[in-house]
């Protein structure tokens, strides 16, 4: 599976963007599908993810303010950025992993595939 994360720009505290990533391989929806992000001089940090039967979890700072969805025909995830806050700026990453959906356990080391980042910069 090899994934690419695209639509980071920037926008001003408050505003609202949307992230993908876009899979190639076969069988992508039935992946876990994570976003996470990493600010400078910080360690990469899970966001969001959603799985094959779109359950979904987040990180506590962005409920309410993030959704990630999945688009299957597409072989796509998409992460709806609202309210953005300039302690969101960071570059952010999709993960994806064929184990077992376990919210309470999404961390960086579980993902099994990566993309390069897309970065997103929140002015104040």
């Known amino acids: 599976v090899q994934l690419q994360a695209s639509g980071g720009g920037s926008v001003q505290a408050g505003g609202s963007l949307r992230i993908s990533c876009t899979a190639s391989?076969?069988?992508?929806?039935?992946?876990?599908t994570g976003w996470f992000r990493q600010a400078p001089g910080k360690e990469r940090e899970f966001v969001a993810a959603i799985n094959s039967k779109r359950a979904t979890v987040y990180v506590d700072s962005v409920k309410g303010r993030f959704t990630v969805s999945r688009d299957n025909a597409e072989n796509t995830v998409h992460l709806q950025m609202n309210s953005l806050k300039p302690e969101d700026t960071a570059v952010y990453y999709c993960?994806?992993?064929?184990?077992?959906?376990?919210?309470?356990?999404?961390?960086?080391?579980?993902?099994?595939?990566w993309g390069k980042g897309t970065l997103v910069t929140v002015s104040s």
């Open positions: 391989g076969r069988h992508f929806s039935n992946y876990l």
């Open positions: 993960a994806a992993d064929y184990g077992p959906w376990d919210p309470l356990d999404i961390g960086v080391s579980g993902m099994e595939y």
